[in-house]
């Protein structure tokens, strides 16, 4: 049971990315979705988070609200974190995990944005 990150890569500020968080073994059905990023000597920080339900609040880091939507695939499988617009301070390497129970890290994905 684990859930792996993938799509980072270097970008130019104002360019785009989309970051997937594929579940394995297991589907997202029965649990919530966070996006983390954590840059070079600061803390590790929520930036997105989708709840279980449908009915509940999809929930944003004021700084990449409006830029970054989050999303679930219809199979509950994947959740993708679609980066636009993107800034030098997004650079990061960011992580995914599940919520109740989180799974131990995945290897993250590292997000560069630079010209």
């Known amino acids: 049971v684990r859930v792996v990150e993938s799509g980072g890569g270097l970008v130019q500020p104002g360019g785009s990315l989309r970051l997937s968080c594929a579940a394995s073994?297991?589907?997202?059905?029965?649990?919530?979705v966070r996006w983390y990023r954590q840059a070079p000597g600061k803390e590790r920080e929520v930036v997105a988070t989708?709840?279980?339900?449908?009915?509940?609040?999809?929930n944003y880091l004021d700084s990449v609200r409006g830029r970054f939507p989050i999303s679930i695939d219809n199979a509950k499988t994947t959740v993708f974190l679609q980066m636009n617009n993107l800034k030098s301070e997004d650079t990061a390497e960011y992580y995914c995990?599940?919520?109740?129970?989180?799974?131990?890290w995945g290897q993250g994905t590292q997000v560069t944005v630079s010209s």
């Open positions: 989708i709840p279980r339900s449908s009915g509940g609040t999809i």
């Open positions: 073994g297991f589907t997202f059905s029965s649990y919530g």
């Open positions: 995990n599940r919520f109740p129970a989180p799974v131990n």
